[in-house]
Nanobody, 119 residues
């Protein structure tokens, strides 16, 4: 069994910064993909940023402002968000594609953390 625990959301003024964290706990063999998605009210969930062992990718709307990183020793992914805008307001979810020691695995989601950008 695998659990993803997110932290770091909150209320911030436009132009401010936040750092999200998502830690995976369980009998992990390997993590192939880590990513952050977001869902604003009335909108579909969208990929914000993703990271594999060799590359990162970002939504056009966050390029140059957000940075995704991972700590393999801690099975943790981070999202540093700078120059936040009101349109960044959403619930942010982490997702990991994991292989478990038990030979199972698949895609797992965090519980979501609210990010609100407002003055």
């Amino acid at each position: 069994q695998l659990q993803l625990v997110e932290s770091g959301g909150g209320l911030v003024q436009p132009g401010g910064s936040l750092r999200l964290s998502c830690a995976a706990t369980g009998s992990i063999f390997s993590i192939y993909f880590m990513g952050w998605y977001r869902q604003a009210p009335g909108k579909q969930r969208e990929l914000v940023a993703g990271i594999t062992s060799g590359s990162t990718n970002y939504a056009d709307s966050v390029k140059g402002r957000f940075t995704i990183s991972r700590d393999n020793a801690k099975n943790t992914v981070y999202l540093q968000m700078n120059s936040l805008k009101p349109e960044d307001t959403a619930v942010y979810y982490c997702k990991m594609r994991v292989a478990l020691v038990s030979m199972g695995g698949g895609d797992y989601w965090g519980q979501g953390t609210q990010v609100t950008v407002s003055s």
